[in-house]
C-alpha cells in the first residue's frame, strides 16, 4: 500500500512540477541556443570539450551545456574522440571531461547547410 502525502508535501510537490513545467517551457529555446553555439565551435575547431565552450558561452548557458552535448551526441551530429582532459572547474576537482569533434554526420549538415547558403545569395 502506497503512502499517502500530506497537504504540505502535495503542495510542495505540486509547486516543484509547476516549476519544473515553466522551465521546461523557457529552457527549449535557450538549449537549442546552446546546441547551435556547440555545432558552430564545433566547425570552427577540430575538437573541443565543455571547458573550451564554458569560455566562450555567456553564463546562462552554462547550465544547458551537459543537456546540449548529450543531444548532439544522442543524434550523432558530434562523436567522442576517446580522448579526455581535466575539467578547468575548480569545483570539480579535475573531473575527466570527454574531448568531441563533429561527426560524419555533422559535417555533412555544415555542408548542406553552406551550399543552402550560396545557392540563396544574390548573384554579384
Partial sequence: MTRRLS???RLASAEKDLLLDRLAEQSEWS?????HAVFQFGLANDTFSANSLRDVLPELGHGFLGAAINSLRSAGVIEHTGQVVPSTLDSTHGHRLALWRLSVKGLLIAEQRRNRAQQTRPAA
Fill in 7 to 9: 497537504p504540505a508535501e
Fill in 31 to 35: 538549449q537549442f541556443l546552446v546546441e
